[in-house]
T-cell receptor, first 111, second 112 residues
Framework: AQSVTQLGSHVSVSEGALVLLRCNYSSSVPPYLFWYVQYPNQGLQLLLKYTSAATLVKGINGFEAEFKKSETSFHLTKPSAHMSDAAEYFCAVNSWGKLQFGAGTQVVVTP | NAGVTQTPKFQVLKTGQSMTLQCAQDMNHEYMSWYRQDPGMGLRLIHYSVGAGITDQGEVPNGYNVSRSTTEDFPLRLLSAAPSQTSVYFC???????????FGPGTRLTVT
């Protein structure tokens, strides 16, 4: 069975500072990994996805994530936080079309 | 392209009532799924479908029923609502097993 663990349910970051959201997965096969963002009272929007083409994946809004097989990690980063990055972020692993989500990390951006 | 649409946006039910949450997509996607979102638990898969006439259970299927008679529509039925089914429900669709899933705006359901 595949699973996803997101470290930290809440992260507070200053505007302009680095955003780092941690995601670890377990999978018996090469995984397809995703990061989604959810703004208040909205559905989920894809930030980026890993499908084994490249270990460093660039997404929308300046986010990127690095797949590290040895650490079973897929951490999400953004060099400089913006107030508009305040949202909840979900890491997910795809198993034959079924997404297994982490519990989510709420990001708060302070001026 | 409307993408994935869900109705209603909000619903309040009494325990024991039944209802159907509607989901439709106009992208001709074969894969459709229903998830529920609860605080601190992320999203959990309820049921999914890999094409018209084919459905299967996800992680939390009890108390829910689905059918898929067309590619476009994938309704979720609550047979006898319980307070434990208070949640936000999301429908999603995809054009492949490893591709991005597109999510609808969600239905917020409260069961009293």
């Amino acid at each position: 069975a595949q699973s996803v663990t997101q470290l930290g349910s809440h992260v507070s970051v200053s505007e302009g500072a680095l955003v780092l959201l941690r995601c670890n997965y377990s999978s018996s096969v090469p995984p397809y990994l995703f990061w989604y963002v959810q703004y208040p009272n909205q559905g989920l929007q894809l930030l980026l996805k890993y499908t084994s083409a490249a270990t460093l994946v660039k997404g929308i809004n300046g986010f990127e994530a690095e797949f590290k097989k040895s650490e079973t990690s897929f951490h999400l980063t953004k060099p400089s936080a913006h107030m508009s990055d305040a949202a909840e972020y979900f890491c997910a692993v795809n198993s034959w079309g079924k997404l297994q989500f982490g519990a989510g990390t709420q990001v708060v951006v302070t001026p | 392209n409307a993408g994935v649409t869900q109705t209603p946006k909000f619903q309040v039910l009494k325990t024991g009532q039944s209802m159907t949450l509607q989901c439709a997509q106009d992208m001709n996607h074969e894969y459709m799924s229903w998830y529920r979102q609860d605080p601190g638990m992320g999203l959990r898969l309820i049921h999914y479908s890999v094409g018209a006439g084919i459905t299967d259970q996800g992680e939390v299927p009890n108390g829910y029923n689905v059918s898929r008679s067309t590619t476009e529509d994938f309704p979720l039925r609550l047979l006898s609502a319980a307070p434990s089914q208070t949640s936000v429900y999301f429908c999603a669709s995809s054009d492949g097993t490893v591709n991005e899933q597109y999510f609808g705006p969600g239905t917020r359901l409260t069961v009293t």
